[in-house]
């Protein structure tokens, strides 16, 4: 491979490679001994030699990481209000971020690529701006639409969101030098980002091949979806041509009108959308086929009965129907999300004997020199006193919340992102859910009858434990690359502001008309599961129709289930039915769960056949499916709105 630098733009800086790393293997096993023998054998064999040497928190890594994370937040805001679903941003930067360089140099407008580290600096700002900026918007605050009949206004959303990622970045400063230096927790995702940069900039050849395929993904998914839905904005005599009016002209002759009403009222037909075949590859074949006999026996059986009982009329459509389905899902996904969260009681203890270690901010003797590249302990103090004020104030002038609550709130978050973090680190799951549902129960008792307060309570804690779990996920992918943990601090905080506005804007335009969530257009599934679990704590149970208070008593009792069964037998846990997903697709439309089993099954199947070809262009072409289709949903969301 030679010792060629990467700084040298052309031909040879698709196949060049840092000289530091060109013989470097990340440290995905970690390290053995004490904990200060630990960080003393990652400071001298990682971080000597790369981290204090090689450019990382450059202005232009910052630029590209809010650009790209700006422009990839609007696919997460459209597929959330879509379908309730969530996708890190940080390997589809990665990949865009190289590719992008890459050109700029060969064409001569860059005079040197970008280092590794930089690159790592850009994934945390993209993956603050796209990711964990926008996850409130799609669950709490449209929560607070579906309620109210409203949203807040402009600046109090753009103030709730900001201090909220500010919380929750602030808040892992003292939780990672404990859970990644010392204990070497996985953060799997953090791992696969840090191997995919590695690869990117190890073999430009297999860089570049991803990167096109995902350009061809993207443009092939945004032409996709103008063809469904784009054509009547040229001219209102195009729109009997769309993909969208020919497939259901399809279905109309094949079931008859009447029978294509009927089913459609259910949304039991068949309706194309590219972003979610992408979706389900990446989901995986167990939980979109829990996914689809879920909704099959939710829209399917569970529907038609309550129509033949009279209860909702057979042209009610979704936003009617879904006010039945929702309690089940929503208890089963509560339920066991609580559940396995409790069932991980050796991690709760874990995670609460090094909160100790955690807090008390002590010098180890013979550190200094990792304590100089650390991020210092009083940003997070800084950042949780301002924080606090600023989402106490906001919490008393948006819904009258008592300061004690408020800051309640804040002090409860933290225990709970401790644990969320910790979990995310062991498992790559971050149970936002669960510790927004506990945090839920808690203020259901303190603050009975204020939904507001509630949901908003909630939000902090979620916001919270989501930003401090994608900072520490971040934060892995530098340690195993040997980056400095102050300066891509630095570069995941600057993502926020970027983050905040694209996200904030995004949302205010998509759902300008609130009566637009909970419908075909946006069924806002995850907003759908906070709304109902914040009426239920705040009127009771027993103010519900008795088929709903079945439904939450089924819906929890199978949410637990699916949660003991791997507990129960743990050789067989990847095969068990995910609960998650079987909750879900009692919130949203049944085509959706087809779509996603339709991408399951194609990305196993070509897995199975080609493994090489599936681990090379798997999330590559489905990365680029769901930004192109996405982005392109978006935008036509604009353009009717400028139009109408």
């Avoid at 491979?1 to 790393?21: F, H, L, P, V, W």
């Avoid at 679903?85 to 940080?90: D, E, L, Q, R």
């Avoid at 939980?287 to 009610?316: D, E, K, N, Y």
């Avoid at 806002?524 to 704590?537: D, G, I, R, S, Y």
Wanted: proline fraction near 3%; aromatic fraction near 10%.
């Amino acid at each position: 491979m030679g010792r060629a630098s990467e700084a040298a733009c052309g031909e040879k800086a698709t196949e060049a490679i840092d000289s530091a790393y060109e013989n470097f293997k990340p440290p995905i096993h970690g390290f053995e001994g004490s904990a200060e023998e630990v960080e003393r054998q990652w400071f001298d064999q990682v971080y000597l030699g790369r981290g204090d040497v090689l450019p990382q928190l450059t202005l232009r890594a910052v630029l590209m990481g809010s650009v790209l994370g700006g422009v990839l937040s609007l696919t997460n805001i459209y597929i959330g209000l879509k379908a309730g679903w969530g996708f890190g941003v940080a390997i589809t930067a990665c990949i865009l971020s190289y590719a992008i360089w890459t050109a700029l140099c060969r064409i001569g407008l860059a005079k040197t690529q970008m280092t590794i580290l930089e690159n790592n600096c850009m994934q945390s700002t993209a993956s603050s701006a796209g990711y964990s900026t926008g996850g409130t918007l799609i669950s709490a605050f449209a929560a607070y639409i579906l309620l109210n009949g409203h949203a807040l206004s402009f600046w109090l959303t753009m103030a709730w969101v900001f201090f909220l990622a500010v919380l929750g970045v602030t808040m892992a400063i003292p939780m990672k030098r404990q859970m990644i230096n010392v204990e070497q927790l996985r953060f799997p995702s953090g791992i696969a980002a840090a191997e995919t940069l590695h690869a990117l900039h190890s073999r430009g050849g297999r860089g570049l091949r991803a990167a096109r395929a995902l350009a061809v993904a993207a443009a092939v998914a945004a032409a996709d979806k103008f063809w469904a839905e784009g054509l009547p904005l040229l001219t209102r005599k195009l729109a009997p041509y769309t993909s969208a009016a020919l497939l259901e002209k399809l279905q109309k002759w094949l079931l008859g009108k009447g029978g294509y009403a009927l089913w459609h009222g259910r949304t039991v037909v068949f309706s194309w959308d590219f972003i979610f075949v992408a979706a389900g590859a990446l989901t995986g074949l167990r939980v979109c086929l829990t996914m689809f006999l879920s909704a099959t026996l939710c829209w399917g059986l569970f529907v038609p009965m309550l129509q033949h009982r009279g209860l909702i009329s057979a042209a009610g459509g979704f936003r009617e129907t879904v006010q039945w389905t929702l309690w089940g899902g929503t208890a089963c996904m509560v339920s066991a999300g609580i559940l396995s969260f409790l069932l991980q009681w050796k991690t709760l203890v874990r995670a609460f004997q090094s909160l100790g270690r955690v807090l008390s901010g002590r010098r180890r003797e013979g550190r200094d020199d990792l304590e100089a590249i650390e991020t210092p302990f009083s940003w997070f103090a800084a950042g949780q006193l301002i924080s606090m004020a600023a989402l106490a104030w906001l919490a008393h002038v948006s819904f009258g919340m008592p300061w004690w609550q408020s800051v309640l709130a804040v002090i409860l978050s933290f225990f709970l992102a401790v644990v969320a973090c910790r979990v995310t680190g062991e498992t790559d799951t971050t149970p936002i859910g669960a510790m927004g549902k506990v945090t839920q129960l808690t203020f259901g008792a303190l603050n009975p009858g204020n939904v507001n307060v509630n949901l908003m309570a909630a939000n902090i804690t979620a916001g919270a434990a989501g930003s401090s779990a994608d900072l520490l996920t971040d934060l892995k992918s530098g340690y195993l690359l040997g980056a400095n943990p102050r300066k891509q601090f630095l570069a995941q905080f600057a993502g926020i502001f970027v983050g905040t506005l694209v996200t904030v804007t995004a949302f205010t335009i998509l759902v300008k008309d609130p009566k637009m969530l909970g419908g075909d257009a946006f069924p806002a599934p995850a907003a759908q599961t906070w709304a109902a679990v914040a009426t239920a704590l705040s009127k009771g149970l027993h103010a519900l129709d008795p088929i709903k208070r079945w439904s939450i008593a089924l819906g929890a009792a199978l949410g637990a289930i699916f949660s003991l069964l791997p507990a129960l037998f743990p050789k067989q846990a990847k095969r068990m039915p995910s609960a998650a997903a079987a909750g879900l697709a009692w919130v949203f439309h049944w085509y959706y769960s087809l779509l996603f089993l339709i991408g399951a099954v194609a990305g196993w199947a070509v897995q199975r056949r080609a493994p090489e070809l599936s681990e090379e262009y798997t999330f590559p072409v489905a990365s680029g499916v769901i930004a192109g289709g996405s982005l392109m949903g978006v935008l036509l969301v604009f353009l009717q709105i400028l139009k109408g």
